[in-house]
T-cell receptor, first 116, second 113 residues
């Protein structure tokens, strides 16, 4: 069964709207979660690393004021796309590694965000 | 700078035969490698992984081979089944999986019945 839950799976909204995406680890604690973005026919690109109890670490070129990340608890990280515009339309996916070393990251089912 | 590369964007294999997907990397700090299977509009599903201290890991129909000197890994699927048709991504990480994943560009595998 799924070990990482992501919600919502699909969002359509008007330009200028802020959208929040939730990522939950199921039955395990994740001090670190990762947020990726995938544009059509491209690979997954890491946006930021979400750290419980501290600020997120953003990859180069990702605007931290536009993509707000909050790791509220050991099982929940949220990504808020603020004042979304059509160019933010993409597939957003979160992941969390199982505890311990040499453990794979498991991914949520992703959120398809469409900005009109 | 593409640190993880999958040079074959697509691959077609007859059902029952072996599928071999290849991946190359350039960053010598990578020490943990993974293969994921992905369908459109879904998150990647973990298939198999390998640590840099090994050169082979097997799980059912899936085997991953790692050649550290060549910075190359491959995924073998045998026998291939129609349900294996999907996009396959290889990914690499440092610190034995506790760091972020760097993904390859993906290979679309089509199994022909």
């Amino acid at each position: 069964g799924a070990v990482v839950s992501q919600h919502p799976s699909w969002v359509i909204c008007k330009s200028g709207t802020s959208v929040k995406i939730e990522c939950r680890s199921l039955d395990f604690q994740a001090t670190t979660m990762f947020w990726y973005r995938q544009f059509p026919k491209q690979s997954l690109m890491l946006m930021a690393t979400s750290n419980e109890g501290s600020k997120a670490t953003y990859e180069q070129g990702v605007e931290k004021d536009k993509f707000l990340i909050n790791h509220a608890s050991l099982t929940l990280s949220t990504l808020t796309v603020t004042s979304a515009h059509p160019e933010d339309s993409s597939f957003y996916i979160c992941s969390a590694p199982l505890p311990g070393g040499n453990q794979p990251q498991h991914f949520g089912d992703g959120t398809r965000l469409s900005i009109l | 700078d593409q640190q993880v590369k999958q040079n074959s964007p697509s691959l077609s294999v007859q059902e029952g035969r072996i599928s071999i997907l290849n991946c190359d990397y350039t960053n010598s700090m990578f020490d943990y490698f993974l293969w994921y299977k992905k369908y459109p509009a879904e998150g990647p599903t973990f298939l198999i992984s390998i640590s840099s201290i090994k050169d082979k890991n097997e799980d059912g129909r899936f085997t991953v081979f790692l050649n550290k000197s060549a910075k190359h890994l491959s995924l073998h699927i045998v026998p291939s089944q129609p349900g294996d048709s999907a996009v396959y991504f290889c990914a690499a990480s440092a610190n034995f999986g506790n760091e972020k994943l760097t993904f390859g560009t993906g290979t679309r595998l089509t199994i022909i019945p």
